[in-house]
């Protein structure tokens, strides 16, 4: 009996050890599955120092074997309390709700439209000094998919191209028509049916939420309906996202971003569309809001329908994939339950801390600062212009802050944990960014372009 006493520390050690090795082991070899192979070979390096110390700890005779026995197996009760306890959520609408509407007319996308000499181009920039020169500044540049920018390569841009075309088609169906005859479906069996759906067709998360005034433009500024007021007409707004090639959008800024992100607006609008229109072939008005052709703010909807949270790079964060994503919403007067919504703030506390987007931002267009209070919201002000700009010079819509971000890591149980870890503890939150400069480098070299993309 006294010999096994005795040992039992040794045990524990032994275990709590062997775990820790199984665990950086496993977690260099999903590295290389990942091509991170600087964060494998960093992790196998990591390995030594645990072996050696974990040799003496276990195989050396020393006064406070039992104490670190007990520390030990309190940190790992401390680790696995933090991994089954429920994520830190505050719910309810209390929080950053922006006080006016946004006019789409100052969208960079609806200004970049504006031909000289033409009325529209002198209502709005001879109230717009600043926005005139910005936005003269990106039309002397070389611009998007350009040839004579920076990534230019005729696959890739050909694609993306040829993906904004098919958007372009797919705009016409959003006027499909409403039928006159209504099919009666159960709220509850409605809601379960378009969630699973929804994800059925690919996408990756869908939440719903009431669609309030403050999610929609207040004017169109693009498109047939230009300078039209937006009028609130649907009830409830269904928000989803499709998540985005990982390999591609570590080439960012290189062109695969670019064929990546379109992709994701196509596949985005093909999921929209047909949810917009099964609602519609059962009788309730509803909307598809795609790329090119939205009346209202997609992250803010996907914030409130429950998807994520608005990051420092001013796009959702949502708990899996980061801002790995792209978002389509279908608004609609069908019956639905809405999701509660809820804030996560420990998403913002590591973004608060993290800054590395801001840091490898190649236009200099994210703050590193604090918040600031803009419409009634306190968030991170990114200089659109500044990253326009950029876009115009690369020929590409860079994506940089995605790629380098840490919450963009592949969904496998490696990053899992580490997300899972983030959104249920504020010191969590607070240092482990550091964890991923150290393995990824605080500004990561982009990944190379895929060998079937490039031209030779
Ligand atoms: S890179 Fe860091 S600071 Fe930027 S959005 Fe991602 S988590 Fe937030
Ligand atoms: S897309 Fe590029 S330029 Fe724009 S904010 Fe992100 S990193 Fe900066």
């Given at each position: 009996m006294i010999i096994e006493v005795s040992i039992l520390p040794t045990i524990i050690i032994s275990l709590f050890f062997s775990f820790l090795i199984i665990i950086f082991a496993v977690s260099s070899i999903i590295s290389y599955f990942e091509h991170e192979a600087k964060a494998a070979n960093k992790l196998l390096i990591l390995l030594i120092p645990i072996i050696i110390v974990g040799y003496f700890a276990i195989f050396k005779d020393f006064n406070f074997k039992t104490i670190l026995a007990i520390v030990l197996i309190l940190l790992a009760a401390i680790i696995l309390y933090y991994l089954i306890k429920k994520p830190i959520k505050v719910v309810g609408?209390?929080?950053?709700?922006?006080q006016n509407r946004i006019d789409e007319h100052d969208v960079i996308f609806a200004r970049m439209r504006l031909k000289p000499n033409t009325d529209d181009w002198n209502n709005y920039y001879s109230t717009h000094r600043y926005e005139e020169e910005q936005d003269n500044k990106a039309r002397s540049?070389?611009?998007?998919?350009?040839?004579?920018?920076?990534?230019?390569?005729p696959l890739t841009y050909n694609t993306a191209n040829t993906n904004f075309d098919i958007i372009e088609y797919l705009?016409?169906?959003?006027k499909h028509p409403v039928s006159d005859k209504k099919i009666e479906i159960d709220q509850q069996k409605l809601t379960e049916y378009i969630k699973n759906w929804t994800k059925y067709l690919g996408a990756h998360s869908v939440g719903i939420t009431e669609l309030?005034?403050?999610?929609?433009?207040?004017?169109?500024?693009?498109?047939?309906?230009?300078?039209k007021p937006v009028i609130k007409s649907h009830k409830y707004a269904i928000a989803f996202t499709v998540e985005m090639d990982f390999d591609n959008v570590s080439a960012?800024?290189?062109s695969p971003i670019i064929c990546e992100s379109t992709q994701k607006y196509l596949d985005c609008a093909t999921i929209a569309l047909q949810i917009a229109t099964f609602l519609k072939n059962a009788g309730h008005d509803s909307r598809a809001h795609i790329d090119g052709d939205y009346e209202l703010i997609c992250p803010l909807v996907a914030r409130d329908a429950g998807l994520g949270e608005i990051g420092r790079m001013g796009l959702l964060m949502t708990p899996e994939l980061g801002p790995r994503v792209r978002i389509a919403v279908v608004t609609t007067n069908a019956p639905l339950l809405p999701d509660q919504f809820v804030l996560e703030p420990t998403m913002i506390e590591f973004c608060t801390y993290c800054k590395k987007c801001a840091d490898c931002c190649p236009g200099k267009a994210?703050?590193?600062?604090a918040m600031e209070e803009n419409n009634g919201v306190k968030r991170w002000k990114v200089n659109t212009e500044m990253c326009y700009q950029y876009w115009c010079v690369s020929g590409?819509?860079?994506g940089r802050c995605i790629s380098v971000?840490?919450?963009?890591?592949?969904?496998n149980i490696l990053h899992n944990v580490i997300r899972r870890l983030i959104r249920r503890s504020y010191i969590m939150a607070r240092i482990a960014y550091i964890a991923d400069d150290i393995l990824y480098d605080r500004k990561p070299k982009p990944k190379p372009i895929a060998k079937w993309m490039k031209v030779n």
């Amino acid at each position: 009996m006294i010999i096994e006493v005795s040992i039992l520390p040794t045990i524990i050690i032994s275990l709590f050890f062997s775990f820790l090795i199984i665990i950086f082991a496993v977690s260099s070899i999903i590295s290389y599955f990942e091509h991170e192979a600087k964060a494998a070979n960093k992790l196998l390096i990591l390995l030594i120092p645990i072996i050696i110390v974990g040799y003496f700890a276990i195989f050396k005779d020393f006064n406070f074997k039992t104490i670190l026995a007990i520390v030990l197996i309190l940190l790992a009760a401390i680790i696995l309390y933090y991994l089954i306890k429920k994520p830190i959520k505050v719910v309810g609408y209390s929080h950053n709700i922006p006080q006016n509407r946004i006019d789409e007319h100052d969208v960079i996308f609806a200004r970049m439209r504006l031909k000289p000499n033409t009325d529209d181009w002198n209502n709005y920039y001879s109230t717009h000094r600043y926005e005139e020169e910005q936005d003269n500044k990106a039309r002397s540049m070389a611009g998007l998919l350009s040839k004579s920018s920076l990534y230019y390569n005729p696959l890739t841009y050909n694609t993306a191209n040829t993906n904004f075309d098919i958007i372009e088609y797919l705009q016409k169906a959003i006027k499909h028509p409403v039928s006159d005859k209504k099919i009666e479906i159960d709220q509850q069996k409605l809601t379960e049916y378009i969630k699973n759906w929804t994800k059925y067709l690919g996408a990756h998360s869908v939440g719903i939420t009431e669609l309030r005034d403050y999610h929609l433009y207040s004017y169109r500024g693009r498109g047939e309906d230009k300078g039209k007021p937006v009028i609130k007409s649907h009830k409830y707004a269904i928000a989803f996202t499709v998540e985005m090639d990982f390999d591609n959008v570590s080439a960012a800024p290189a062109s695969p971003i670019i064929c990546e992100s379109t992709q994701k607006y196509l596949d985005c609008a093909t999921i929209a569309l047909q949810i917009a229109t099964f609602l519609k072939n059962a009788g309730h008005d509803s909307r598809a809001h795609i790329d090119g052709d939205y009346e209202l703010i997609c992250p803010l909807v996907a914030r409130d329908a429950g998807l994520g949270e608005i990051g420092r790079m001013g796009l959702l964060m949502t708990p899996e994939l980061g801002p790995r994503v792209r978002i389509a919403v279908v608004t609609t007067n069908a019956p639905l339950l809405p999701d509660q919504f809820v804030l996560e703030p420990t998403m913002i506390e590591f973004c608060t801390y993290c800054k590395k987007c801001a840091d490898c931002c190649p236009g200099k267009a994210l703050p590193s600062g604090a918040m600031e209070e803009n419409n009634g919201v306190k968030r991170w002000k990114v200089n659109t212009e500044m990253c326009y700009q950029y876009w115009c010079v690369s020929g590409t819509d860079c994506g940089r802050c995605i790629s380098v971000c840490p919450f963009s890591h592949p969904n496998n149980i490696l990053h899992n944990v580490i997300r899972r870890l983030i959104r249920r503890s504020y010191i969590m939150a607070r240092i482990a960014y550091i964890a991923d400069d150290i393995l990824y480098d605080r500004k990561p070299k982009p990944k190379p372009i895929a060998k079937w993309m490039k031209v030779n």
